[in-house]
């Protein structure tokens, strides 16, 4: 099984600061990479797939990069809204698995 | 408008069974594999199962195999999780998703499951 490793556990930012969100991959994923924000209560919503396509109605304040082993999700301003916990998920290898999360927090 | 909407969920004892359900509106179940993926309370997310787009194909997490059973009804939009066997570390926050190619673009709001004596 892929194990996801998301850094930092916790990352306290400032409303208009720029969060950059670290996710590795204990083996190759190629780009087989998606990205979710989870806010409390609500269910996940898909940010990013295949590394770095925006989903439909994303801003492009979210983007995201890499491939292979080290990916990065990147909030240019964070607003109030994107205070919210972030999976990164690989699909290259079955079963899919996910990262433990980051929590983006003011 | 485009949504999942699950529902069974509820406190059961240990050993007991429940039968997920997911009921899929705007469009057309029968054109996307399905997936289940839980969520335990406080803790992160959990690929469960899934399901091919004619029901010839599944796939369990090992922790589940042999005890869930997933199926699906194209003809009603539906999507199920028969669960025989539970135990206390399968409760948790049970979400109907759209697969696209490995992807979850489209996620129900989640029925929660609670195995407890």
């Known amino acids: 099984e892929i194990v996801m490793t998301q850094s930092p556990a916790t990352l306290s930012v400032s409303p208009g600061d720029k969060a950059i969100l670290s996710c590795r991959a204990s083996?190759?994923?190629?780009?087989?990479l998606a990205w979710y924000q989870q806010k409390r209560g609500q269910a996940p919503r898909l940010l990013i797939s295949a590394a770095s396509t925006r989903a439909t109605g994303i801003p492009t304040n979210f983007s995201a990069s890499g491939s292979g082993t080290e990916f990065t999700l990147t909030i240019g301003s964070l607003q109030p809204g994107d205070f919210a916990l972030y999976y990164c998920?690989?699909?290259?290898?079955?079963?899919?698995?996910f990262g433990q999360g980051t929590e983006v927090e003011i | 408008e485009v949504q999942l909407m699950e529902s069974g969920g509820g406190l059961v004892q240990p050993g007991g069974s429940l039968r997920l359900s997911c009921a899929a509106s705007g469009f057309a179940l029968s054109g996307y594999w399905m997936t289940w993926v839980r969520q335990a309370p406080g803790k992160g997310l959990e690929w469960v199962a899934n399901i091919k787009q004619d029901g010839s194909a599944k796939y369990y997490v090992g922790s589940v195999r042999g005890r869930f059973t997933i199926s699906r009804d194209n003809a009603k939009n539906s999507l199920f999780l028969q669960m025989n066997s539970l135990r206390a570390e399968d409760t948790a926050l049970y979400y109907c998703v759209r697969d696209v190619s490995g992807w979850y673009g489209l996620w129900g709001r989640g029925t929660l499951v609670t195995v407890s004596s």
């Open positions: 083996q190759n994923v190629s780009s087989k």
């Open positions: 998920q690989q699909y290259q290898y079955w079963p899919p698995t």
